[in-house]
């Protein structure tokens, strides 16, 4: 609960968030303030609503009660141009959801020109300059499905650099990655975070969470349990639900059910 | 497969796995080559070539039999799609609104045309059309009045197709879209839509060469002779010259167009399985 650190203001806002599908009270009420250019990692069992908490934050998924604010844009308002507002928050999601139809520089072009009115040399400028950042001009051609998960995932995390976002959301980014692929990826969002983006990753990558973050979040049954600096609550955890979840995260038995899930999410797709 | 199968299982007397199948197979060639002798034997050949293979009077349908009868199949049954296409689209996008109304319209269109045989729509755009509005004119004659009859049939199968196939699009594409930033329509427009098509193209080639065969029908509006297609045509033909040769030369026509198509279509169906595996 120490060192929260929103120095130069909340660039993301959530008040007393409730959500529920039907009967099932996915969110219990969170309240969560995350500064400009901190990094959030948000932990949890699953089940526990991170994703659910994380696509409320640019509305993907409507919240049943309370309120959401990205660069102090209320996003609950129901006047608000929610596509205007979505510009500015990035996603990445744990399946990639390239556009499979379109070669990797149309995946990035394509949005700018019909979200943004950008034109075409404007828009390929801008391409050309974020698979470059995430050390993919090669594959400016190519088709997604001849790229690998991670290379599919740091294309997706260039396009949605290529629309400038203010706030980056992700998803378990390499969740659904084979575990060689998963330095990549998180180099790629190592060097976001060291920007200064404002990021909140939902992760189970530990050792991320311990090295980029300023602040972990965990969560279990629909509520923040405890949050605070990544050395306090993954080293030194002040709950017992928070020691439980770590250390069956940390057993080698319930690992394999870990790396289980990803895959079978892969497959569904 | 079968050959572990039958080691395993305990010889009984008899006639193994393998052994029945060569012999039941066997013996449906043999009753199949045997039904095809008595046709062709019993069948009188020398009449019925006299009657449809007559080659002075194939030879007077050319080249009008192509650039008359089969140019008016073609642009009928691809003016017909393209209403078809565009109606059915609608259709689809209002059976998959949120607003109750668009989708209960959308239902109804769907099960009344999906019902109605092609014929009676044919009838109906010819007859109670002109009664119920008379003087007024469906748009390009009768190019427009089987654009539309055509049109009406073909986007209740249309209709259903698309739907399908945008449902088919897996949900992260939507949302990955509308996180970008895109609105829903855009959405559907630019991403959706277009992976939809590419799902759906075997069923609607299908559905040309449903329509292709269904333009015949064109018959029942009544059409001066310029406007004949490849079915009026050889019928007319065959009255004239009191032999139906016209019949097999209009038919011969037909699949010219509807082989083609048909080995498209499965090209497509064997290439869409391997892009899955
Ligand atoms: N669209 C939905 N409709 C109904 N229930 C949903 C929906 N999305 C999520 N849920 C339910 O909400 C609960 C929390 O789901 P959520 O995906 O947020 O968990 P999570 O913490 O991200 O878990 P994981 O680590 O497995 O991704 C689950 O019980 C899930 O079944
Ligand atoms: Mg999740």
Redesign the pocket.
């Given at each position: 609960m120490s060192q929260t650190s929103p120095a130069a203001g909340a660039e993301i806002e959530v008040r007393g968030l409730h959500k529920s599908?039907g009967d099932?009270e996915?969110l219990r009420g969170i309240d969560l303030e995350i500064g400009r250019g901190e990094v959030v990692c948000v932990i949890?069992p699953?089940?526990?609503?991170?994703?659910?908490l994380l696509r409320c934050v640019n509305l993907l998924e409507e919240p049943t009660k309370g309120q959401v604010l990205v660069g102090g844009t209320e996003l609950t308002d129901p006047d608000v141009d929610i596509d205007a507002v979505r510009r500015r928050i990035g996603m990445v999601f744990q399946q990639f959801n390239l556009f499979p139809h379109l070669t990797v520089t149309r995946n990035l072009t394509l949005p700018q020109r019909r979200v943004l009115g950008r034109d075409k040399a404007e828009a390929a400028r801008v391409a050309a300059e974020n698979l470059a950042r995430v050390g993919l001009s090669e594959k400016a051609d190519a088709y997604p499905a001849s790229l690998s998960g991670g290379q599919q995932q740091r294309v997706a995390i260039a396009r949605s650099l290529s629309m400038g976002p203010e706030v980056m959301l992700f998803d378990?980014p390499t969740s659904a990655l084979d575990p060689e692929l998963v330095g990549d990826v998180l180099a790629v969002m190592r060097m976001l975070a060291d920007e200064g983006m404002t990021m909140m990753v939902?992760t189970h990558e530990m050792t991320f969470a311990r090295e980029v973050a300023d602040r972990v979040v965990f969560m279990d049954g629909g509520v923040i349990v405890e949050q605070g600096a990544p050395a306090q609550v993954i080293g030194d955890p002040a709950h017992e639900r928070t020691r439980h979840f770590l250390s069956r995260l940390l057993d080698p038995a319930m690992a394999e059910v870990e790396e289980g899930?990803p895959e079978q999410l892969g497959k569904g797709d | 497969m079968t050959a572990p199968d039958v080691r395993l299982q305990p010889r009984k007397k008899g006639l193994t796995r393998t052994q029945k199948r060569t012999l039941s197979r066997g013996a449906q060639y043999v009753v199949f080559v045997a039904a095809v002798i008595a046709f062709a034997v019993a069948a009188d050949w020398g009449r019925l070539k006299n009657q449809f293979a007559q080659w002075s009077i194939a030879k007077q349908m050319f080249p009008d039999v192509i650039t008359l009868a089969l140019k008016n199949t073609v642009l009928y049954t691809l003016s017909g799609f393209v209403v078809g296409l565009v109606l059915g689209m609608v259709i689809a996008l209002m059976r998959l609104s949120s607003v109750g109304p668009y989708r209960w319209v959308a239902g109804i269109y769907i099960e009344i045309f999906r019902g109605l045989p092609a014929l009676l729509i044919f009838i109906f755009i010819g007859v109670a059309v002109p009664l119920a509005f008379p003087g007024t004119e469906i748009v390009g004659g009768t190019y427009g009045k089987v654009a539309l009859a055509l049109g009406l049939v073909a986007a209740a199968y249309m209709a259903e197709t698309i739907r399908a196939g945008i449902q088919a699009v897996p949900k992260g594409q939507m949302e990955a879209a509308r996180s970008l930033g895109f609105s829903p329509a855009r959405a559907m427009i630019s991403i959706i839509i277009p992976q939809a098509f590419r799902i759906i193209l075997p069923p609607l080639t299908n559905e040309l060469v449903l329509l292709f065969k269904d333009s015949s029908l064109v018959l029942f509006l009544g059409v001066t002779l310029e406007e004949r297609e490849l079915s009026k045509y050889g019928r007319d033909l065959a009255s004239t010259t009191a032999n139906s040769t016209p019949i097999l030369v209009a038919g011969l026509c037909y699949l010219l167009v509807t082989i083609p198509l048909g080995f498209v279509v499965r090209r497509m169906e064997a290439k869409a399985q391997e892009a899955v595996k």
């Open positions: 599908f099932n996915v949890g699953s089940g526990s609503g991170k994703s659910t378990e939902v899930t | -």
